[in-house]
DNA sequence: CACCCCGAGGCAATGGGTTGCCACATTGTT
DNA sequence: AACAATGTGGCAACCCATTGCCTCGGGGTG
């Protein structure tokens, strides 16, 4: 069923399997030509060793494990993207966990996999401070697009960038935005708030919310009414998802955007370019996002546990036609 | 570093270590206040079985390997999830390998975990036949959106699909329909072209072919010229982001859609909705292929090489706003 | 009371590769 | 010429869970 074994390498070369190991791992180790017959025999037989057998006693297993809160938002693409090519460039393994956006799934994955990977990277965790901090305890990990003191983190630098925005609609004459809120249990929601609320103040215009929204199309029907009935004259949705949930309502109800509303989202989803009119959204490197990730996780053995590093990487603010002047 | 094995459990509970091991596998193997106090031990100290060693003896890792040939196409998004919530049914992991449309990481990836996992779901593989069938001589293999004699598929009824689609050009008044062609080496362009030749004799009207086109949004641009210069009323495009792209050509160069050329794609991603106009494409149940493929992956040690399914799910016509009366 | 059967638990081999330590041979040192 | 240093290869333990086979003791049968 499976292939040879270092075994068969070994007996047909007449050598210890000792031998044949370390023809593999310590070049140095064996003779030049016992091991080039022991590399030619390998090939000849197509063997190739077993990550099992490998991983059982080395407790290394190259493998990491990338939990996503949510495949089917496009938005993960890039990072997985990321992830997956900087994994590969160490000959890594990456092994891709989708939690459904439930915290219970995701816990329990995690628990599952602990003693099969070499760490974890997780995206946009559903999970509360309590449970990031018991993984942590297990195995390395690296948050993306959330923080926890102690624990390594990438996120995009929000703060930053959410300052854009609101100088993106305040140049507009803007006086207001409203922010169409994530999820409750989302940090993400809770670091765009507040840094919008922020930059708002430093400007010298008002900030206002309205939320929870599940940052789904489907929802944008009911945060755009809300918009609507706010008076809003710029609202900044929690992602690109809601955003254009948002403009589908109001074309629908007969607003124009950018002329009635502005409409700001977040992640430059490939379909923000796309849709009509294009969306005006904050995005960034998310391949960065990802790729830093995996190399934080790569280079954890080497820092102490309190010299968590936590990296912030520029967002981008990719104007399009769904902002305009304020009416 | 690890976790706590079986011999902390066996010790601390007083037992040997196959007496653990039977309390979890074989429970009526051990009497039943041992082995509740087995279990008791193990939850307090925390005790996970390590898949690794379980897998050296056992010949079963428990995993299943999903190789796309580009992560970054939407398209893919729904087999993942399909075949992720299939795996995890049974308890298997899915392990998700991105092969950056090169056919030479698509086979080293493969080799490289050949030894790890239980067997292979290759969407739209790229590779040559006969790499397909070495894989398949290693491992059991399901292919996803191809088909090939001797290995088990799932794929989508293209026929009836491009049918569906000629019927509905043909009862809008068009006589000829034009197709602009994936990659060379992609078993779905030659698919889809037999089909709409088929289905344009069939029905009485012309067919014509250009290409081949990346599958691309930017590849969009000439495609749209080429079928501009031949005059075409109605377009098929490879799949939705090329239809995609070919829509932002013609609205560049003044031409209406669908009044001057309709527009039809294949695969029904998030974006054919929201882009203006609607995308009409054709859709199907891609969740249920994933989770078809990793079904039948699960169940291939019980058939004979020689009996391999080849599994056709329905499509779906997705009349949205790209396709219109011929001029 | 002798014998058998059955339930319950332990011993030890197994899988594939790694690595510390030892053995042997060759070459160099004094 | 006796001995040390260096280079190569082998032996065997180890990682952790599983499982075939053996043992031991208690209950049932004749």
Redesign the interface.
Known sequence: ???PTIYDVATAAQVATSTVSRAFSQPGRVSADTRERILAVAAELGY??????R??LS?K?HTVAMVVSD??N?HY??L??GA?LRARVS?Y??????AEESPRVEWEQI??????VDGFVLAASRLPDENLQQVAA?RPVVLMSRELPGLASVVLDHVEGCRQIVAHLASLGHRDVLYLSGPRNSWMAATRWAALRAAAEQVGISARRLGPFTPK?SQGGAAADGAVNAGATAVVAHNDLLA?GVM?RLAQRGLRVPEDVSVVGFDDI??AD???PGLTTLGGAHVDVGRAAVELLLTAGVRAPDDQPRVLLPTELVLRASTGPCR
Do not use: K
């Open positions: 069923m499976s292939g190739r060793p077993n990550p099992h057998a991983a059982l407790g297993h495949i089917t496009p693409f890039d997985i993207r997956e000959e393994t990456l092994l891709l966990v989708n628990q599952r996999l602990s003693p099969a297990q199309v254009i589908q490939f379909a796309v849709c009509s």
